[in-house]
């Protein structure tokens, strides 16, 4: 008798338990723009939510929403904010975001920019200067996520 409970916890605490913690499912945003590669715009795996890269695509026309600086920022935001909503999420469940900017001299224009999204406990952050994004992009941002924070 204490073998075939002891037999039926193990199978409870090894299958059942973590089992919801292992579904991954793809997250896919049709008002946000088409990846540019072979990458899903997020995966969802139990509560975190890992978000692909986003540029200042503008979804509509698949072009940037324009050519300077800050229109490709909030783009980018807007871009990840669509897909977060798809799967259920909002700004207020990212807990990183990493830039990447072709220009470190942007970074105070992005700060700003930054701070109309997020107004308090700002996710943890990297701000890095690349040589090049795809599509000759300006900015690139992704974010992680998780349900109920």
Do not use: H, W
């Not at 088409?34 to 509509?60: M, R, W």
């Not at 470190?104 to 109309?116: G, L």
């Not at 300006?138 to 992680?144: G, H, K, R």
């Amino acid at each position: 008798m204490k073998k075939m409970l002891l037999l039926s916890l193990l199978v409870f605490v090894f299958t059942g338990c973590s089992s919801q913690a292992d579904i991954r499912r793809t997250i896919s945003a049709p008002d946000a723009p088409a990846a540019i590669g072979p990458f899903s715009q997020g995966i969802l795996v139990g509560k975190t939510l890992y978000l692909s890269g986003q540029l200042g695509l503008d979804p509509a026309t698949g072009e940037f929403a324009g050519s300077d600086f800050p229109s490709q920022a909030r783009q980018a935001i807007e871009n990840q904010k669509t897909i977060l909503e798809a799967a259920g999420f909002s700004l207020k469940d990212v807990v990183q975001c990493q830039v990447f900017v072709t220009d470190m001299n942007n970074y105070p224009a992005f700060n700003e920019i930054y701070q109309e999204y997020f107004a308090a406990d700002f996710p943890a952050r990297a701000v890095l200067e690349v040589s090049r994004i795809p599509a000759d992009g300006l900015i690139e941002i992704m974010m992680t996520a998780v349900r109920g924070m």
